[in-house]
């Protein structure tokens, strides 16, 4: 079985929400479109208030090569732009739009259908305009993803099908019900590279998912189903390629480095969207789960609609919830308030009790190891941990800690609930923060 | 009898020798030190607490020496060290306004509202970057303990869930300053009296959803002062110590009674 050095094994209660159909979300009253839902610039919002806006329509823009443009996810009039809260803790301008609930496209449906007419250069620049972004969590734009500096030449490309975090069920679903989108968005991006050399990456707990996309893949030249073997962080890019290729990302760089192109479901989805039906980037789906929720579900959302409506949606919440995530639960945020509105990255909200919660308050390392033991990227996070501990942030920095994928794996596993993760992360953005303040 | 006198005449020779050598080298490769830097490491503290800006007692000493740095340098010392320093440079010392630090929040646990329950790392810098913390001010005092754990000198406590500076102890480092991510550390002149203890900038409509114990900006302790010495800049009074009598009408007056008598 396909796998790479390290990991945990949490359990992934994907049994909740694993036989939820995705269904459509009707859109709320108002909408709430941050300008930043990726990494790098963010957008200037291109409405002014009381416009009419069209679904699709582009409302907000950047001259940055490292951004991507912002859609309204419904028709409707532009009520304000203000600033608001993010779910990553950040503060964004964002445009309200009050929904008409018309949903009058902007542009004409499915035009673009042949990709085979673009050039490669073509295709990426309708990625960017579609609003793309790497939709696993992190918000990378994927046009930058698809333009490797020169001289790199790709030759695979890797569709993430791994969602191997924990309660998480979108990926799954999509790959039940949507696999021609997603071999779809495949076929384009191996059509642009020019290559003839895809796979498909699923852990085997998703034993249906693998063959229902093995079937559906069998007459397609070039493009691999591969079973992985189910362990946390089998979707981090940099494990997903060791454990697929064999190749291993050099320190500090890029899948590019070593010829590899890595994708996320939803995202290759996002790309045949594009295609097939001319439509950006406005929905993504989200799975509601978690203990705290009357009734989960896997729901396609508009981008924009608050966390309480699709909590409401839903059924509302089940006894006494202390905490919202966004994300899974190995990586995911935290909540605060729950107004907070659906962005690109959101992958899922997960509501826990206190009985999921119940973790012992202590901190104490006795150097047992298994943090390192654990580590996908062989890191030493006790080590990191101590350093950072007494401020010494040379070494920390010596140790490697800007390697640090934050998978959690060094938390999860440390019988004395010491957080190595805390201490390394906290160690890696004082790092990171030092070198911005030299520069 | 003649083997062991033989003997030992060998290595007390041997000796003799490498002794002659190593003090004609030491006379031709003498490293030529300021003899007064060692003077000045003397008279300094010893606290090797980093508070004027040098990795030590002895780096500060040689930058004196050199002339980088003047003699009222050591925060901690203060006039006497200056004085001291000064006889030994040979130059008058320049005015030295002995200094201590105050922690500007008052927002203690029942004043200021949470918006979340931090259960993390217990470090002011890891809370401070989820979203700034668990207190809906943006401003006010986490009250996790980065500060105690900088200060050298333990005058700093957290008392019920802000902190609190031992104005006996504190010898104005500056280390809480550099170590609070909220900037709430401030050096103010050593014997004032009056101190503002809130550093946020909402406006006083505002306040009420965040702290009980915030300044409102509403402008009465301007009024209140005689002798001009506070101002309500940016939503927030700030006392002009220069100006400042001590006659304590604002900490009277005061409606939140955020400015203090500390």
């Known amino acids: ?439 | 009898m003649t083997q062991s006198l033989i003997l030992a005449l060998a290595v007390s020779g041997t000796g003799l020798a490498f002794g002659i050598i190593l003090a004609i080298a030491a006379k031709i490769f003498a490293v030529e030190q300021d003899e007064r830097i060692d003077q000045v490491i003397e008279a300094l503290p010893g606290a090797n607490c980093g508070g004027c800006g040098y990795s030590g007692c002895a780096a500060l000493a040689e930058a004196i020496v050199k002339g980088e740095a003047s003699v009222n340098s050591c925060p901690v010392g203060g006039v006497e060290v200056a004085n001291k320093i000064a006889q030994i440079m040979g130059v008058k010392s320049e005015d030295v306004i002995r200094k201590r630090s105050i922690c500007r929040c008052a927002g203690v646990k029942d004043a200021a509202f949470d918006k979340y329950e931090y259960t993390g790392l217990q470090d002011c810098v890891a809370a401070s970057r989820l979203s700034g913390g668990q207190k809906v001010c943006q401003w006010g005092c986490l009250g996790l303990g980065t500060c105690v754990r900088a200060c050298m000198f333990g005058a700093i406590q957290i008392v019920d869930g802000v902190a609190v500076v031992d104005k006996d102890k504190c010898t104005a480092c500056g280390l809480c300053v550099k170590a609070c991510p909220k900037s709430l550390f401030a050096l103010i002149p050593y014997d004032a009296e009056e101190c503002v203890l809130c550093k946020n900038q909402n406006k006083g409509a505002e306040m009420r959803n965040i702290c009980t114990a915030g300044c409102i900006a509403c402008k009465i302790c301007e009024k209140a002062c005689d002798y001009d010495a506070i101002h309500v800049v940016d939503n927030i009074a700030k006392i002009d110590y220069s100006k400042c009598v001590k006659c304590g009408e604002c900490v009277k007056k005061c409606p939140k009674k955020i400015i203090r008598l500390i």
């Open chain 1, 1 to 439: 079985m396909l796998s790479f050095r390290g990991g945990v094994h949490p359990h992934d209660h994907k049994e909740i929400t694993k036989d939820k159909k995705i269904t459509e979300l009707s859109p709320p009253d108002t909408l709430y479109i941050p300008m930043q839902m990726h990494i790098g610039a963010p957008c200037v919002p291109k409405v002014e208030v009381g416009e009419r806006v069209l679904m699709g329509q582009i409302i907000g823009d950047s001259d940055a090569y490292v951004s991507v443009p912002v859609h309204a996810s419904v028709s409707g009039t532009v009520k304000e732009i203000k600033k608001i809260l993010l779910p990553n803790g950040s503060m964004s301008d964002a445009v309200v739009i009050e929904n008409d609930f018309k949903d009058e496209p902007f542009d004409e449906h499915g035009k673009n259908k042949d990709y085979t007419k673009f050039s490669r250069q073509e295709i990426i620049k309708m990625v960017r305009e579609a609003g793309v972004v790497g939709m696993g969590g992190a918000g990378f734009p994927t046009h930058v993803k698809l333009s490797p500096p020169e001289g790199k030449v790709i030759d695979t490309v890797i569709v993430n099908g791994a969602e191997c975090e924990p309660y998480l069920t979108s990926d799954y679903r999509v790959m039940l019900e949507n696999p021609e989108e997603v071999i779809y968005g495949l076929k384009v991006l191996l059509y642009a590279f020019g290559i003839k050399n895809g796979y498909i990456g699923i852990e085997d707990n998703k034993k249906e998912a693998i063959k229902k996309m093995q079937e559906k893949t069998k007459n397609e030249e070039g493009i691999r189903v591969v079973a992985l073997k189910t362990k946390y962080p089998q979707g981090s890019e940099k494990q997903l390629i060791w454990s697929i290729t064999k190749r291993e990302v050099p320190r500090g760089g890029l899948p590019a480095d070593v010829g590899v192109i890595c994708v996320n479901i939803d995202t290759c989805c996002a790309i045949a969207k594009k295609f097939l039906y001319n439509r950006p980037l406005i929905r993504r789906i989200v799975t509601v789960s978690g203990s705290g929720i009357k009734e989960p579900q896997n729901f396609s959302v508009r981008i924009g609609t608050p966390f309480s409506y699709v909590i409401e949606a839903a059924g509302g919440m089940a006894g006494d919830v202390k905490k919202v995530i966004m994300g899974g639960p190995m990586m995911g945020i935290a909540q605060y308030d729950l107004n907070v509105p659906v962005v690109k990255g959101t992958s899922a909200i997960l509501l826990f009790t206190e009985k999921e919660l119940k973790q012992p308050n202590t901190d104490v390392c006795f150097r047992c190891g298994r943090c390192s033991y654990v580590c996908p990227i062989n890191l030493m996070p006790y080590y990191i941990a101590d350093a950072y501990r007494i401020g010494d942030i040379e070494r920390c920095e010596k140790l490697g800690a800007l390697d640090c994928i934050e998978c959690g794996c060094c938390s999860f596993t440390c019988p004395g609930n010491a957080k190595p993760l805390s201490r390394v992360r906290e160690a890696k953005r004082t790092i990171l923060e030092n070198r911005r303040q030299k520069a």
